[in-house]
């Protein structure tokens, strides 16, 4: 490919990830307006945004596999088709069963979007590196800009809808422009290659140890982003008495700090800084720190900071450097090891609303410090993984030394 070529391509990539960004939390931003609209309470809104998890669920390893055989242009198309009709269907339908169903039609855009955006980035020169980066920078900055969009659209007494119109617009622009643009050579996966995640291998037990922790933290570490992108806007304005624009704009100051954070941990991965271990323990306390006082304190400006803070802690790449340990202890299975990585967190997609949306009729509060406990879990686990890294590492030492 020319330069010019992978140049417009990168661009028309990422332009669907910040459409992915906004469609992330235009269920959650929206929650009041659709409630109004459906005829029915917060928690059965909170339901519906748990079918994104189950389309991801479905669809995540049926699509990955598709996409080696059928092409990756053919499945961006199809996660551009399949977000498209639930941004119009939302604004459509009343009935939130139609939604319910929609809301899986996001999920399974989801996965069709990564199936075929991620494989294309590392048949592009391997720039997997720097593309992962931009592809969370880029979702982060359509997170940033909805808060505000929805905030400013509610103070002028615009309709909920027009969210949903502005999303659905970029992408019939970018399909056009996608449309005529080559993709790279495709890549075909070796045949021979022992796709199996233990096969062969001797596990001791600081490995599999290592193995539950990390599926856990697939969990966790999605669990947290979304749960706090789904209340505080809700509990800032419920339990923080803040406006309408200063709630929704917190949510703005999570996705910069988001932004902040993916340029942070990058620098600091390349110039190896910091060793991964030592990097996500002390991530994960920091987000447990900071939602503490997110959840607990008073003043709207405080929280507002804290909102950035734990952007950069819990949202700024932390779970990528959990798959990035992940995929180090079973090199010869990058594929199986992302995919159960990532289910774990398409699990954490479905769950979360569904709890939350229970806790929620005790109290937004209740709802939304559920995020104490799951971020108090990541920091555990990890406190146990790190003594299980060292113990490994104290004992490759000592075969060593008796070689």
Known sequence: MSRSNKIRLSFTLYLNYFVHG?????????MKALSGEWGT????????????????????????????????????????????????????TTDFRVAYLLAILAGVANSALDSGTY???LEMDNRNGAANILI?????????????????????????GLSF?????ILVINFLLIMRTPFPRQSRPDKSANHHLIAGQNLSGCKIGLMII?????????????????????????????????????????????ITGVLLIFTIMKKRLIQDM??????????????????????????SIGSFIFGVTAAGGVMQIGLNIFISLFPQAKGRVTGIYFSFGSLASFTVPIFTGMLSNISTAAALRADLLIALVSFTIWIIGQRLL??????????????
């Open 22 to 30: 906004i469609g992330l939390l235009i269920l959650t931003q929206n």
């Open 41 to 92: 309470p917060l928690a059965t809104v909170s339901y519906v945004i748990s079918g994104v998890g189950i389309g991801r669920l479905l669809a995540y390893y049926l699509l990955g596999s598709l996409s080696d055989r059928y092409g990756r242009k053919n499945f961006v198309y199809f996660g551009m088709l399949s977000y498209f009709i639930f941004f119009i269907g939302m604004i459509v």
């Open 119 to 121: 494989p294309t980035f």
């Open 136 to 160: 969370k920078a880029a979702m982060s900055v359509g997170e940033f800009v909805l808060p505000i969009f929805i905030g400013l659209n509610e103070n002028l007494g615009g309709w909920y």
């Open 165 to 169: 119109i502005f999303a659905g617009t």
């Open 214 to 258: 990390l599926s856990i933290y697939g969990y966790t570490s999605m669990a947290a982003m979304i749960l706090f992108t789904q209340w505080i806007t809700i509990y800032g304005t419920d339990i923080l008495h803040m406006s309408n624009m200063s709630a929704h704009f917190m949510l703005s100051l999570y996705s910069v700090g988001s």
């Open 278 to 303: 030592n990097l996500i323990v002390g991530l994960n306390g920091l987000s447990l720190l900071t939602l503490f006082i997110v959840c607990f304190s008073t003043q709207p400006l405080l929280v």
């Open 390 to 403: 060292s113990a490994a590492g104290e004992k490759a030492k000592t075969q060593s030394s008796h070689a």
